[in-house]
């Protein structure tokens, strides 16, 4: 498998990253659980990014799921903040950035 400009993995890595946030930061706390979730969102973007020029088409497609994400991301954390208040914001903020933008990427980068 081609890791190199491969968007599929490094979105999926940000799904992955964006599963385990959530649990090791209840575990481990804020800074410890950061690092250890970032270590697969760093993984997917060092392999896919590193000496590769993404095109206009590609850097188009990120922005476009970035932006996506944005607004998810905000619908959920407004959701979570007004009907679940036993969870914490914080970590959910945390892990859904990883979730939504690798989801979205994934979605936006298999329909383009």
Do not use: D, R
């Given at each position: 498998m081609k890791l190199k400009g491969n968007y599929y993995w490094m979105?999926?890595?940000?799904?992955?990253s964006g599963i385990i946030a959530y649990p090791l930061m209840i575990e481990f706390?804020?800074?410890?659980?950061?690092?250890?979730?970032?270590?697969?969102?760093?993984?997917?973007?060092?392999?896919t990014l590193m000496d590769y020029k993404p095109d206009e088409r590609d850097m188009q497609l990120i922005y476009k799921t970035d932006?996506?994400?944005?607004i998810l991301l905000t619908i959920a954390m407004a959701?979570?903040?007004?009907?679940?208040?036993?969870?914490?914001?914080?970590?959910?903020?945390i892990a859904g950035i990883s979730l939504f933008r690798g989801f979205t990427g994934i979605i936006i980068f298999a329909t383009n």
């Open positions: 979105f999926g890595m940000q799904i992955i706390g804020v800074v410890k659980g950061l690092i250890f979730s970032f270590i697969p969102f760093l993984i997917g973007m060092i392999t932006t996506i994400k944005s959701v979570i903040y007004m009907y679940l208040p036993s969870v914490n914001w914080f970590f959910a903020f």
